[in-house]
């Protein structure tokens, strides 16, 4: 499982407390998968510098860019058979913002933004284990 950002960098944007991912498959034909990660967005993120890279503030109505691929290994690890691209655009989205999509966050609590989101995440869950 890679996860994260690709480009130069990698290795402090993608570890803790910026970003970590895990998960497990199990069975087979079918089989099942469970990941779980999380990220941090910049909005300004020098690939050489931590300290001087600005973390971007979460609101609602905010319009947020990213870009997400899912890379299908049927085979072998590394051996790409197929992939799905956010957006349909297919560039090196590590290297060029413009292949980015925008998203407007929306308000979890709200009556005039509806969402899909939950207020309880799995992550809340998981937490409240410990209390």
């Keep these: 499982l890679h996860f994260g950002y690709l480009g130069a960098g990698n290795g402090w944007v993608n570890m803790p407390p910026f970003g970590d991912a895990g ?3 199990w069975g087979r034909a079918p089989n099942t998968s469970v990941i779980e990660m999380y990220l941090t967005p910049f909005d300004n993120l020098i690939w050489n510098d931590p300290e001087g890279s600005v973390v971007s503030i979460l609101e609602p109505d905010r319009i947020i860019h990213f870009g997400m691929i899912v890379n299908d290994f049927d085979t072998e690890p590394r051996a790409i058979r197929a992939y799905a691209v956010m957006g349909g655009v297919t560039c090196a989205l590590w290297r060029y913002a413009q292949c980015f999509v925008d998203g407007i966050l929306l308000e979890a609590d709200s009556d ?20």
């Design 23 to 25: 998960g497990a498959s």
């Design 112 to 131: 005039s933004s509806p969402t899909a989101v939950q207020t309880t995440t799995w992550a809340d869950i998981k937490a409240s284990f410990a209390e």
